[in-house]
């Protein structure tokens, strides 16, 4: 039987060895919590502050000076939801959507320069374990 407790601090570590090895070398002219920001939007198209607030974890009131940052850099930008005008929606500008794929290609290419010092026998052993995870986590999120 897999030990849960076990399972999650593998997978924080492993979250730990990825900024360390790989994120922490990419300059990012915004805050990691704003990049994450920019990931969903970009993910979902556009979303409420409380659709944000709850995929993060973060109240409004700690989310609201993240968008205005975001907004003010020309980011993000708000919109009267469609079909309640009291709700309003944040979607990224096309300078964010730029601004996601350049720092996304980055990270890219950081990866790949840190993969010649495997063997080719890990490469294969280390895709297919992305691979693996990628299934895992696509399963995970359908639960959900």
Same mark, same amino acid.
């Given at each position: 039987?897999?030990?849960?407790?076990?399972?999650?601090?593998?997978?924080?570590?492993?979250?730990?060895?990825? &900024?360390?090895?790989?994120?922490?070398?990419?300059?990012?002219?915004?805050?990691?919590? $704003?990049?994450?920001?920019?990931?969903?939007?970009?993910?979902?198209?556009?979303?409420?502050?409380?659709?944000?607030?709850?995929?993060?974890?973060?109240?409004?009131?700690?989310?609201?000076?993240?968008?205005?940052?975001?907004?003010?850099?020309?980011?993000?930008?708000?919109?009267?939801?469609?079909?309640?005008?009291?709700?309003?929606?944040?979607?990224?500008?096309?300078?964010?959507?730029?601004?996601?794929?350049?720092?996304? &290609?980055?990270?890219?290419?950081?990866?790949?320069?840190?993969?010649?010092?495997?063997?080719?026998?890990?490469?294969?052993?280390?895709?297919?374990?992305?691979?693996?995870?990628?299934?895992?986590?696509?399963?995970?999120?359908?639960? $959900?």
């Amino acid at each position: 039987m897999p030990d849960e407790k076990k399972i999650s601090d593998s997978f924080l570590e492993v979250l730990f060895l990825m &900024q360390h090895s790989i994120l922490r070398h990419i300059p990012l002219p915004i805050p990691v919590n $704003q990049f994450a920001i920019m990931i969903i939007l970009g993910d979902e198209g556009s979303m409420t502050f409380s659709e944000i607030g709850e995929r993060l974890s973060i109240i409004k009131q700690q989310l609201s000076p993240l968008i205005d940052r975001l907004e003010n850099d020309g980011l993000v930008k708000r919109f009267p939801d469609t079909k309640d005008r009291r709700r309003v929606r944040i979607k990224t500008t096309a300078k964010g959507r730029k601004f996601v794929t350049d720092h996304q &290609q980055m990270i890219k290419l950081r990866l790949e320069t840190t993969l010649v010092t495997l063997s080719e026998e890990e490469i294969k052993e280390f895709d297919n374990a992305l691979k693996t995870l990628v299934n895992l986590f696509g399963k995970i999120s359908m639960l $959900q």
